[in-house]
């Protein structure tokens, strides 16, 4: 939670697919906003079309078929990752100054946020002490299966996360053949959809709000940006 007093986390959501590079140019101009005081703090919603990420811990062996979608360095935590259509991906801009100034615990609210939405779709999503990100038991596939339904890389500056996190709604499950997604191969990767829940996204939406305000406060919401591609 924020400190007393302050305001509400704006919530935005923005319909379509968005660019890479034009969300990461808003994250970053964004941030530096908020940690001069200039604006408040945001989760942001989008979804991208098909593409991979790589960051600071990539291996590049990890990128099986670089030539599938297109490949975009960036500065978050983690390794390979895929983004595309069907995939909720959240930015989360917080001032942790107003928090609480500690890494570890920002992920693991991250974690607990996610563990929160899946519960409500009686999907026990769980930690992993060395992997990050929200997996699930899979039985059916063999006693000791496990999938990766949400994924976490986050970056910080000047105390102000950005980045976030992404849930697995109803994306081409195929799309993650491309990569080793961060760097795991003994296990695979999940949705919503591929576990049996019918759910639209802007269910989903809702759900994760109700879910934020519970660990990190209320929101408000708010109108997308306008983005360049300069």
Known sequence: ??????????????????????????????????AEGRARELVWLVEHPPLYTAGTSAQESDLVDPERFPVHQTGRGGQYTYHGPGQRVAYVMLDLKRRTPDLRRYVAALEAWLITTLDVYNIRGERREDRVGVWVRRPDKGETAEDKIAAIGIRVRRWVTFHGISLNVEPDLSHFSGIVPCGVTEHGVTSLVDLGRIVTMPEVDAVMRRAFEEIFGPTERADPPLLTDD
Do not use: D
């Not at 034009?22 to 530096?32: L, N, Q, T």
């Open 1 to 34: 939670m924020a400190e007393a007093g302050s305001e509400s986390v704006e919530w935005v959501i923005t319909e379509g697919l968005t660019g890479y590079q034009e969300a990461v140019a808003f994250m970053e101009a964004r941030a530096a906003e908020i």
